[in-house]
């Protein structure tokens, strides 16, 4: 399963049916979970763990350093979880020391071509990063988001679970969860994601409660403490209203309205 092609260091930790593909190099403190497979000219530095199942495409550079220059060689770390699927020309750094030395990615993502998650950056499961994204270092990203192509995430921002950015974002506040964020040089939300919930499986009570939410936040001119107070009600019959109220009132970026 390995290309005579690939350099794979000795020390490097393989599981069972991991397939490398000719002209890729595998570094010495990489561990890689089993059925994983690499497609050719791929580098994987360290320390990086690759969870199983994941499909890495050609080009790719997965665990190298940081783009920081605060970076001065400390040893930090990369995790990926399983079944993620990482397409052509993707980079993806490992963390630094001035955060957790962590950068942490979860399960069943989809990174297509071009995608560049940098430094300390948090992702969740069954994301999707269309062509081109761009995050910066520190940003999380929440269960099930979906960036358009060519958007590009501020430092130490946070976008909630189920929201969708539309393409060629700039995306420079925190996105609740759930919300529908429209593209430009300053993303601004154009609603709730209400289709990308129903493809989720969401009732239409919950999407119901989410609409009064979001109707309180963005369309009746309130104060974020106003609008916490007024999300009071529908946060005890709404577990998604509540996650929406707490991303509101934890984040001290602002958010994108």
């Avoid at 791929?42 to 890495?56: D, E, F, Q, S, Y």
């Avoid at 050609?58 to 990482?86: A, C, M, R, W």
């Avoid at 998650?117 to 979906?146: E, M, Q, R």
Wanted: with cysteine.
């Amino acid at each position: 399963m390995i290309d005579a092609l690939a350099i794979v260091d000795p020390a490097a930790k393989l599981g069972s049916d991991v397939s490398v593909g000719p002209w890729s190099i595998i570094g010495p403190d990489v561990e890689i979970g089993p059925g994983t497979v690499i497609g050719s000219h791929v580098v994987v530095k360290g320390p990086t763990r690759l969870g199983a199942h994941n499909k890495i495409y050609s080009f790719s550079s997965v665990g190298d350093d940081p783009q920081d220059k605060k970076y001065q060689g400390e040893k930090t770390y990369l995790e990926i979880g399983d079944h993620n699927v990482i397409r052509e020309y993707c980079t993806i750094n490992r963390g630094t020391a001035q955060d957790k030395s962590l950068t942490k990615i979860g399960h069943h993502n989809l990174f297509m071509v071009g995608s560049h998650i940098a430094h300390d950056c948090v992702i969740g499961d069954h994301a999707i990063f269309v062509n081109n994204v761009a995050l910066a270092g520190h940003v999380t990203i929440g269960n099930y988001a979906i960036l358009g192509a060519y958007s590009a995430v501020h430092q130490f921002c946070h976008i909630g679970d189920h929201s969708f950015i539309a393409a060629s974002s700039m995306v420079r506040q925190n996105v609740l969860p759930y919300i529908l964020v429209e593209g430009g040089h300053e993303a601004r939300v154009c609603g709730l994601n209400k289709e990308g919930l129903r493809r989720s499986g969401f009732s239409e009570e919950a999407i119901s409660f989410l609409r009064c939410a979001y109707k309180l936040i963005f369309r009746k001119n309130l104060t974020v403490e106003q609008a916490l107070e007024k999300l009071k009600p529908l946060e005890l019959n709404s577990p998604q209203v509540k996650l929406m109220a707490s991303a509101l009132k934890n984040s001290e970026r602002g958010i994108i309205r």
